[in-house]
């Protein structure tokens, strides 16, 4: 139970209902344990009162009838009121204990989900959507468990053994010594049992974050396992990953199976136990026949809570390993530190000095002594092939990744001094993998600014050049998009994406790739609109096309994450280096589309 002692906090922070909840149940066991004492005497004086009346004559046989008939309604009235007592704490026991469990499950979930916010990229790199989903709702499902039946049984148990317990052995020690004779089998059971239980538990989390990781990708790029007729492939590769997690399951299944019978022999054990040597010590007077009754009714009390234990052991052991799950994720700090308070605005002056910058998981160098500076209110272009380190530029900025080496500064300020919510505040990113919430168009664009009324929406949407796309929809700007907003084109989703953006009114812009793909008269008409908005603001546009009608003040060339390269256009075309090989190709490659055209 080592992982489950983080939960400790918990139990301290909702001591209240843990502690009612054991007056609860201690309580209800205790008018509990009180029924077969009831019962006892009533068949003792059932037996007295018929002995009475073979030997009465006839008057005393009528009274003994009548005395015996009040008392049976009393036995009863009686029994009957302890079970509604006893009921009524048991409702009172599962308002606190199973309450308590609710809401710790509430607070891990908040944690876990915040925890997941904080982490870095890299974090989201190394571990699968499906298996941080399976942490933060399975195995949370299975510490609830433990937090609430499991600990309200256990208690039960502890309880009820105890008060149970303590009246056989005021009745005779020597019968309750021979009905808990079984108890050392019954204890070995379960040691063996859970640690097969903890062993097996520990595969099929592990296989069940598996399957839903498997689910999550498929369902995510279902379009292109349609488009490429994959459905049966991946339809077979989830049938085999399910076979094993079944058989698995079956396993753990075939243990707690043979668990359940094997507590119910030792207590039809201990029963017969009872029977027999309760029923010689009937014949010595050294107890009575509802002694007998009493401790049958105590042992069959106690067949729930002792068959429940290997129940109660499976479940806190799958916690046990579920915890261990949460907390490798819990424990796992973040790469981004936000040590830094600085929280005024941005004059725009980036600098990069000498930075170099190694992806922590693959290795691969992105980023290698990049040095540049770019002043306040500038437009700059970041141009270069295919993996020359582009984008990485944008994601050390946002602070995703911290540089290997070198230092990043804005206004002369290290990018660490900077309050990290302040500054991703004042930075609109359009990333290359454009992502919209599966939410209306309305709600998307609002994002960038929730206070923003619907006219500024339609403002920024018609600088986007997609107003007329969305009017056109069945709801306009209340039309729900699907998931990652896959009801939309590329091209709408990367226009929706600008106005999301630029609608924050940042102080930094930062924008990659974002004109892939649209046309040549969108492009235009977009453009037209960034010369404007973008004129007092820094600026960095991340493409591996040349624009020619963005008014650059300076454009930086990558290749391979060096900067080799930088100028105006005019200045690198004279230069006839990297940036004119790629107007070259770009020219070419424009002038045969035209041709086909």
């Known amino acids: 139970m080592g992982n489950l002692r983080v939960l400790t906090k918990y139990f301290l922070k909702y001591k209240y209902h843990l502690l009612l909840g ?37 008057s005393e046989q009528e009274v003994i009838m009548t005395t015996l008939k009040g008392a049976l309604f009393r036995f009863g009235g009686l029994v009957i009121l302890l079970a509604l007592t006893m009921g009524v704490f048991m409702y009172f026991m599962r308002q606190t204990i199973i309450v308590m469990s609710r809401l710790i499950e509430y607070d891990l979930r908040k944690q876990i989900y915040d925890h997941y916010q904080l982490l870095d990229k890299a974090f989201y790199r190394r571990n699968k959507t499906g298996d941080m989903m399976a942490r933060i709702v399975e195995d949370v499902n299975k510490v609830r468990m433990y937090l609430g039946p499991a600990l309200l049984y256990g208690i039960n148990l502890v309880t009820l053994f105890v008060m149970v317990i303590y009246a056989m052995l005021k009745v005779d020690v020597r019968l309750t010594l021979y009905s808990l004779l079984p108890l050392p089998i ?15 538990s520990q595969f099929i989390q592990a296989k069940l974050s598996h399957l839903t990781a498997i689910t999550q990708e498929v369902f995510s790029g279902i379009r ?33 199976a043979m668990f359940i019978p094997l507590m119910m022999v030792l207590i039809g054990l201990s029963t017969i136990l009872v029977i027999y040597v309760g029923g010689l010590q009937v014949f010595d007077d050294t107890i009575t026949t509802g002694n007998i009754a009493e401790f049958v009714i105590y042992i069959n009390m106690l067949t729930w809570p002792v068959t429940a234990i290997g129940w109660i052991a499976s479940i806190i052991q799958q916690a046990n390993v579920s915890q261990g799950r949460i907390n490798e994720f819990l ?22 000095d000498n930075v170099t910058f190694v992806y922590p998981d693959s290795g691969i160098k992105a980023i290698d002594q990049l ?62 993998d454009v992502f919209l919430f599966s939410d209306t168009i309305e709600a998307n664009v609002k994002f960038g600014q929730p206070d923003a009324d619907k006219n500024v929406i339609a403002d920024y949407t018609r600088h986007a050049s997609v107003y007329d796309d969305i009017m056109e929809l069945p709801n306009g700007f209340q039309t729900r998009i699907g998931e990652r907003g896959v009801t939309l084109s590329g091209g ?15 102080e930094l812009v930062i924008l990659d790739d974002c004109l892939s793909a649209v046309d040549t008269h969108t492009e235009h008409t977009i453009i037209d609109f960034l010369n404007r908005e973008l004129a007092n603001k820094t600026s960095l546009i991340i493409t591996h096309r040349i624009l020619g009608m963005l008014d650059y003040d300076k454009i930086l060339v990558l290749d391979k994450g060096k900067l080799v390269e930088e100028g105006s256009h005019d200045d690198l075309l004279d230069r006839r280096g990297h940036y004119f090989e790629l107007w070259q190709q770009q020219q070419l490659a424009s002038s045969m589309a035209s041709e086909e055209g």
């Open 22 to 58: 054991i007056i609860f149940v201690a309580a209800g066991n205790y008018f509990r344990a009180w029924q077969p004492q009831v019962i006892r005497e009533a068949l003792d004086f059932v037996l007295a009162q018929l002995e009475a009346y073979q030997v009465a004559d006839a």
């Open 186 to 200: 019954l204890s070995l059971s379960i040691y063996y049992v859970s640690r097969i239980i903890q062993r097996r």
């Open 224 to 256: 292109l396992v349609k488009s490429y007729t994959q459905e049966k492939a991946f339809g077979k590769h989830f049938d085999q990953e399910s076979q094993d997690y079944k058989t698995k399951s079956m396993s753990l299944a075939f243990v707690e």
């Open 331 to 352: 424990s796992t700090p973040s790469a981004i530190r936000n040590t830094g308070t600085h929280q005024a605005d941005i004059q725009g002056k980036i600098s990069f």
């Open 371 to 432: 040095t540049f500076t770019i002043e306040p209110g500038q437009k700059v272009a970041i141009i270069g092939k295919t993996a020359s380190g582009k984008s990485t530029v944008a994601d050390l900025l946002l602070r995703m990744f911290e540089p290997t080496e070198g230092e990043i500064r804005i206004d002369d300020l290290p990018l660490k001094d900077y309050d990290l919510a302040s500054l991703r505040s004042r930075i609109a990113y359009v990333p290359q």
């Open 492 to 506: 709408q989703k990367q226009r929706i994406s600008i106005a999301r953006a630029l609608i924050r009114h940042p």
